[in-house]
């Protein structure tokens, strides 16, 4: 008689099934074992605060990584070694992670460590991050490491809470959706614009309750940090998470990283990564389809991340009360053009596009040119391993040459509460992750982009299809 | 909410879409190592400007907490950040529920955990609403209906466990720590 047959498995559903410390039933949901929990200084003091009101201790501290990074400066410290916060409740923030962190025995990495960095920059570059894992963070856009083929998602403080003290997580089942994207990209179209075009086709609320899987064979082509890229914005369509199946790629980008195993067990570990890919029978709940050689390079116009269009083409009919207000917000105008409206501020950096790709992409455009008089340039770095080999290769140097401001490691102008900020009205081309009203400043006018349309916006000092300057050097 | 699961108040209207966690919250007031007191901050920009006066257009101008304890918002409330403060301060403001056709899934768990209900429910309901300010409305957390004055009841979707921690006052953490048996087991 043969093996009765395993039922084909979607990669979710895989990674899923195998951290099911109890199963779902009609009254209480299941109890998933988290592998890795990140933290950092915005949303832990709170769950911390809340173990220590219960007399509870963290259960796997060497299963947290924590570090800082949303409230830090990115300026280097005075001459006397002294780091100048925005407020003295950033200060204390940052503060009162160092002592939940020492009370609790987690390593923190802090100024002092050489890895430092955004907290989704850092877990891949130390291989914290690999397939297979359940990865949390009280962060949404800690979907960037399903990039590897982990189910990574974002959590609240109480649910930060909750991992600290038992290492679980209470979570019912999302659906499934398979986002399949097809062909080869055009000059000047990076992971950035189709994860625009991809929230601008599904909309803000399009993945709502659901865990994405990308494939197809434009998501085969693309290296470790472009994929990351696309990841880390599923939540910006609503997904819960963002998933792509590990390959060859994603094995060379683990091997020999400082926590990625090691002789025999990486072998095995590359043998049981292998078999986490979706089946060839498996369904999603739901498909779609993406023709990826018709993506422009791509940015939004409104205050939502699913309000794109591709660089050249016209801003979209204010037939809606939210495209109205909207446009209102943004001072345009509904058939106009959003290429050559003018820049005041273009930011380079968070954990969406602060990696090394992102940076040579960006220096690759203003490398033996200047930024445009009136436009300030913010290139920040995702972490200190990033800064570290974007300065051996002198990409440093390309940047302030050009004008621009080389900064420190940190989320810093992507959500703006370091300090870190525009000023009312500016027009910001930011390859962040949201143009949220206010995000980067109260008033701001974010425009999100690619690092090349940011960097080619930063040298004309206007919204530029980055097109314009590739084929210049051609 | 009173011992009976029943929230009765009467509505206010933010007719928005997407109304995401920047704006619920702006990430500036996110330095807080508290929870509590975050009200003051609830929807800081759409009340404020830049010196911390009164807007003109200030939408919330004539919001009462006494009376308006269910907000009903725009399609797809509280997407964006994973923010625990969006909540806080939502409760802190006055609100103890909100009414939408769609709740972001980070929003609508971290609100369950802080007694903010998400009553998600057909658009048609929230366009009657939209119309009609200030109206009565009954919340039932027990049978999961909502009920609207002249116009109908209606079921929400509330997971029974989510009910079941609000009705009786029940943990979540307690709900994890009784299965330490199996977390142990697990990780051998």
């Known amino acids: ?474 | 909410m009173n011992h009976s699961g029943i929230v009765e108040s009467r509505t206010f209207n933010l007719q928005v879409d997407n109304i995401d966690t920047d704006q619920i919250i702006p990430g500036q007031f996110l330095t807080t190592t508290e929870r509590e007191g975050l009200g003051r901050f609830c929807f800081y920009s759409w009340r404020f400007d830049e010196n911390g006066a009164e807007r003109a257009d200030n939408p919330l101008k004539k919001y009462d907490a006494d009376q308006q304890q269910v907000l009903v918002a725009g399609n797809n409330f509280g997407c964006g950040s994973s923010r625990e403060h969006a909540p806080w301060a939502l409760l802190d403001f006055g609100f103890k529920a909100v009414i939408s056709s769609q709740f972001a899934d980070i929003f609508r768990s971290n609100s369950l955990k802080n007694g903010l209900l998400p009553v998600m429910v057909e658009q048609h309901v929230v366009d009657f609403l939209q119309a009609n300010p200030g109206h009565a409305v009954q919340i039932d957390i027990r049978n999961n209906t909502l009920t609207v004055e002249g116009y109908g009841e209606f079921q929400f979707p509330l997971d029974p466990f989510s009910a079941y921690c609000l009705t009786r006052s029940i943990d979540q953490l307690d709900f994890l720590l009784e299965n330490e048996a199996e977390i142990s087991r697990y990780e051998q």
Request: aromatic letters at 4%.
């Open chain 1, 1 to 474: 008689m043969s093996e009765p047959s395993q039922p084909a498995m979607t990669l979710f559903e895989k990674v899923w099934r195998r951290h099911l410390v109890r199963k779902e039933t009609a009254e209480t949901p299941a109890i998933l074992y988290i592998d890795l929990q990140l933290l950092h200084e915005v949303t832990s003091p709170q769950a911390f605060g809340e173990l220590r009101r219960r007399g509870l201790k963290v259960r796997r501290p060497d299963l947290c990584l924590a570090t800082i990074d949303h409230s830090t400066p990115t300026t280097p410290p005075d001459a006397h070694g002294v780091r100048h916060y925005h407020t003295p409740e950033a200060r204390a923030q940052v503060d009162m992670l160092h002592a939940n962190c020492a009370e609790q025995g987690i390593y923190l990495h802090s100024w002092d460590s050489p890895n430092r960095g955004i907290v989704h920059v850092m877990g891949p570059e130390l291989g914290a991050t690999r397939p297979g894992m359940t990865i949390v963070c009280g962060d949404s856009h800690t979907a960037t490491h399903g990039a590897f083929g982990a189910l990574a998602f974002g959590i609240g403080t109480t649910e930060v809470g909750h991992v600290l003290a038992t290492q679980c997580l209470l979570q019912s089942k999302p659906k499934t959706l398979g986002i399949r994207i097809e062909g080869a990209l055009q000059p000047g179209v990076t992971a950035k614009d189709v994860i625009l075009h991809v929230i601008g086709t599904i909309g803000v609320g399009g993945g709502t309750g659901s865990v994405i899987e990308y494939h197809g064979s434009t998501v085969r082509a693309m290296s470790m940090e472009a994929r990351m890229t696309m990841c880390n914005m599923s939540i910006e369509c609503g997904a819960r998470a963002g998933m792509i199946a590990p390959d060859e790629t994603t094995f060379e980008y683990l091997e020999g990283r400082k926590m990625s195993p090691g002789g025999e067990r990486w072998d095995a570990a590359v043998a049981d990564w292998k078999t986490l890919a979706t089946d060839p029978d498996a369904r999603y709940d739901r498909l779609v389809g993406i023709d990826a050689t018709r993506i422009e390079p791509s940015v939004t116009w409104g205050t939502n991340p699913g309000m794109v269009i591709g660089i050249d083409d016209v801003i979209p009919s204010a037939d809606n009360a939210a495209n109205r207000e909207a446009l209102d917000y943004m001072h345009l105008e509904a058939g106009a053009r959003l290429a050559g409206e003018p820049v005041d501020v273009v930011f380079i950096g968070s954990c969406t596009n602060s990696r090394m790709t992102d940076l040579r992409e960006a220096a690759s455009l203003l490398k033996d040119r200047k930024v445009a008089a009136g436009t300030r340039v913010l290139v920040v770095p995702g972490s200190e391993a990033t800064r570290r080999e974007a300065e051996a290769e002198g990409l440093d140097l390309i940047f302030i040459e050009a004008g621009a401001e080389w900064r420190e490691p940190g989320c810093s102008m992507c959500l703006a509460m370091n300090g870190d900020s525009a000023s009312p009205g500016d027009l910001v081309v930011s390859t962040s992750n949201r143009n949220f009203k206010g995000r980067q400043g109260r008033g701001v006018r974010t425009v999100l982009a690619s690092p090349l349309t940011a960097a080619a916006s930063a040298v004309t000092g206007r919204v530029t299809n980055p097109r314009e300057l590739m084929e210049a050097e051609v």
